[in-house]
């Protein structure tokens, strides 16, 4: 039955079934590429482009063009069952590909992929492709390329004259239906383009982390979700975790390997507590404690070639004050310092022996005597 189009609502979207060529000016090897057409159901306003292939990554970005070619979005999309779009043809619920239904998702419109083998479903790209073989294909029929630049030069030089010409049942052009009526009806285009993405399963781990091998870095999740299959989407810029369709998390992409992405409020308090540890806080933990407590900790900064060796070393000291009271912790860490021993277990070994109810002695400097047994510098020259 004849189908009532309405201004802004759908954009039909196929490939031409021929193909274009161009040759590569180092090995001189012709190479085919795929024109992929669009057609506006109102206005009949066509929009067309070259295009290395008909995978997914080429048609999500052919259809992102479009879109900007437009500079709006139409209410609905309506795709041949290709299978960049479509995973299982059905009559009724087509499989659709998650790619394409958060594409759909980025910029608020609707996929509505034509039933398999019914050319009227999308007649207005039909009619397109024979728009293009007339205005574009036999007008570049003899012309050498030698990009997919070029080939696309000319598309859109001679597509610009496809969409100005009056068409044979309307007293208007493409470009004047597509002003007066498409244009005013399109939702606004976003001005950010939509990314292509990957996709994993995970389960979060026992550290409020996900593991991301691709990364070999470690994005946080809420410690609610700990232990708890969730999805992974992740762009060149972005890493968003879902849960049952709800997303729970979104970093930043990391720029390096080996890197933990988290964010403070994803950890339950301990581990907020824990991450928040540096060497000032330690320093000071150790002044509360007495003079002689802060100057070990400051020891033992130095000595440790990494921080965390030294959070591990205080922390032990810190709870031995809590065993033995800070009067006994700080005159264990005078005798310590005293002796130039800066580590856990001398702290452990003096309070452990008492060794801290003793007077420290002094340090003696033993010289060796003078006797005549006993050869100088001399007998060595």
Not at 112 to 124: C, E, F, I, V
Request: aromatic content about 12%; hydrophobic content about 35%; overall charge positive.
């Amino acid at each position: 039955m004849p189908v009532d189009e309405k201004p802004g609502d759908k954009l039909y979207v196929d490939y031409a079934g021929k193909k274009l060529h161009y040759t590569d000016r180092n090995s001189g090897e012709i190479i085919a590429v795929e024109v992929f057409l669009a057609a506006l159901g109102y206005s009949d306003k066509i929009y067309a482009e070259a295009s290395p292939n008909q995978q997914l990554g080429s048609f999500l970005q052919s259809l992102e063009n479009s879109f900007r070619f437009y500079n709006g979005v139409p209410a609905a999309v309506v795709p041949d069952n290709l299978k960049s779009a479509v995973t299982k043809s059905n009559r009724y619920e087509p499989d659709i590909n998650q790619h394409l239904i958060r594409f759909a998702a980025h910029h608020s419109t609707a996929i509505l992929p034509a039933r398999s083998r019914k050319p009227k479903d999308k007649s207005p790209v039909e009619n397109a492709v024979k728009m293009v073989y007339q205005g574009i294909y036999a007008a570049v029929r003899n012309h050498a390329f030698y990009s997919l630049e070029e080939v696309n030069e000319a598309i859109q030089q001679h597509l610009k004259t496809i969409n100005a010409t009056r068409m044979q049942k309307w007293p208007h052009s493409r470009n004047e239906l597509f002003e007066q009526h498409d244009k005013p009806a399109m939702q606004p285009l976003r001005s950010d383009r939509f990314e292509m993405v990957k996709i994993k399963t995970l389960t979060g781990q026992k550290n409020c982390h996900v593991f991301l091998s691709e990364d070999k870095s470690y994005y946080s999740i809420p410690f609610a979700y700990v232990g708890k299959k969730v999805k992974i989407v992740y762009s060149a810029n972005s890493v968003e975790i879902y849960y049952r369709q709800k997303r729970i998390a979104f970093h930043r992409r990391a720029l390096g390997q080996h890197q933990y992405i988290t964010v403070k409020d994803h950890m339950p308090s301990a581990h907020r507590f824990v991450a928040d540890w540096n060497k000032d806080k330690f320093l000071e933990w150790g002044s509360r404690a007495g003079h002689y407590t802060h100057k070990l900790f400051e020891g033992i900064f130095k000595l440790k070639p990494h921080p965390e060796q030294a959070f591990k070393s205080c922390l032990g000291i810190l709870d031995m004050g809590k065993r033995y009271g800070n009067s006994r912790l700080e005159k264990a860490c005078e005798r310590a310092v005293h002796y130039d021993s800066y580590n856990y277990k001398s702290i452990k070994n003096i309070l452990d022996k008492d060794l801290d109810q003793e007077p420290i002695q002094t340090k003696i400097d033993f010289k060796i005597p003078q006797h005549g047994n006993i050869r100088g510098a001399e007998y060595y020259n």
